[in-house]
């Protein structure tokens, strides 16, 4: 029975993980087609005056995120380039995959890991205490002169390292057809990112191991303790989380697109009106002044929105601290540089950059070309947009360390059940 369960694990890893890195792979060659298109049309320049083109994130493949959701362009909008908006989200190839490939697309790596893996632990666990009670082998095992806890210490290694090989099996896979593909070019960050999701990955799933462990000391029959399993798996995996995220949009409403559009062009309106008499005067002193104002304004207008968009995400991640499936979903995002602090990161080096351009203005329009190209070409080589390894650590660890509080409670817990174990 038990060499089934793991060709069965071992069938499933292998399916799921090639199926999913197939089609995330495709997923992010179309983008990154379509971002090589865009920075050939500005000469291989990835910012222009009104547009930043984000190359999509390799990493994306292993947890999506806001990758897709952010798209290709970066389009500044309104005075001073202060606001910016996201155009092409999941690329304009995607309109070209089949409904079955796009409905796919959203199941990443961390997703198998977080769903289809964490029952697979339940499954290879559940049995380990009150299946040998009924077969009546654990009477035996204990009637040797073994201590309880190396019995208990022998069985959960003995799972933990079946439910590793068929992790890393499909891990191993999924990396061999990245590397397979002439698009795919990972440095050495994204080594060490790829590194810290695998071992946050194991780290999880011991976590739900050490769950289907607990389940099994508490009860007489497996059948039970598979019932109690796959009960704290529905409330771990998919309650917890989405109710949490119910209850941050209650706790913090934020408006919605379409409000925040109405608001935006209403103001964008008022402001062009206020603007135009400057216009017509040409480039001086005060026209600068007036646009410096103006993209004050449409700032302050994104930045609210930005902050509470922030907060919202906040306080679920906060809220769904007590589930390790969430802990596991922020930490991945966080190392593949898919997560909301990555999207602060970016709004951030976006204003940076039309802050320079806006310093470049007055050489642009007094006849120094020159010298407008010279800033421009500093910007545009300094220009990135990606979460700095250090800073995705720091906000990764607080999840790390909750995971790794689960596998302690859960494998404690189950310890001292089964110290007082009853076998007859």
Not at 192 to 197: A, D, N, P, Q, S
Not at 213 to 224: H, M, W
Request: with cysteine; glycine share 6%; net charge neutral.
């Amino acid at each position: 029975m038990t060499s089934l369960r793991f060709a069965l694990a071992m069938i499933l890893c292998l399916g799921m993980t090639i199926l999913s890195f197939y089609v995330l792979l495709q997923d992010y060659e179309r983008r990154l087609e379509e971002y090589d298109s865009c920075v050939r049309l500005q000469d291989g320049h990835a910012v222009s005056m009104n547009a930043i083109y984000r190359k999509p994130e390799i990493l994306s493949i292993f947890s999506q995120g806001l990758d897709r959701i952010l798209g290709t362009m970066i389009e500044t909008r309104g005075h001073g380039g202060s606001y910016v908006t996201f155009v092409g989200a999941a690329g304009s190839y995607a309109g070209r995959q089949s409904h079955y490939l796009k409905s796919l697309a959203n199941v990443d790596f961390a997703f198998v890991i977080r769903v289809v893996f964490a029952l697979l632990a339940i499954f290879l666990s559940y049995h380990l205490i009150s299946g040998e009670k009924e077969a009546g082998t654990l009477k035996l095992s204990l009637s040797n002169p073994v201590p309880r806890s190396m019995i208990l210490f022998g069985k959960f290694c003995g799972g933990i390292i079946l439910l590793l090989i068929s992790l890393t099996v499909g891990f191993l896979t999924g990396l061999l057809i990245l590397l397979l593909s002439p698009t795919v070019q990972l440095g050495n960050e994204e080594w060490v990112r790829i590194g810290m999701i695998y071992l946050v990955s194991v780290l999880y799933l011991i976590s739900f191991f050490s769950m289907g462990v607990l389940a099994s000391s508490l009860t007489k029959t497996s059948a039970v303790s598979l019932l109690i399993g796959i009960v704290m798996w529905v409330c771990f995996v998919l309650i917890i989380p989405n109710l949490t995220m119910t209850l941050a949009t209650e706790v913090q409403p934020i408006p919605t697109k379409y409000e925040m559009e109405e608001r935006f062009n209403s103001l964008i309106k008022s402001l062009d009106e206020h603007l135009e008499s400057f216009f017509e005067a040409g480039y001086n002193a005060d026209l600068g002044r007036e646009i410096a104002y103006a993209g004050a304004k449409v700032e302050n207008f994104h930045n609210d929105y930005t902050n509470k968009l922030y907060n919202q995400a906040t306080v679920a991640q906060r809220l769904s601290g007590i589930s390790p499936a969430s802990a596991f979903n922020y930490a991945a995002v966080q190392f593949a540089r898919t997560d909301a602090g990555t999207y602060r990161n970016m709004l951030r080096r976006v204003r940076e950059y039309t802050e320079e351009y806006e310093k470049s203005l007055p050489f642009l329009f007094g006849g120094k070309h020159e010298e407008y190209v010279r800033i421009m070409k500093k910007a545009d080589a300094s220009f990135d947009m990606r979460q700095p390894f250090d800073k995705s650590l720091s906000l990764a660890i607080p999840n790390v360390l909750i995971l790794f509080l689960f596998n302690v409670l859960f494998f404690m817990v189950a310890y001292f059940v089964f110290l007082r174990y009853e076998v007859r």
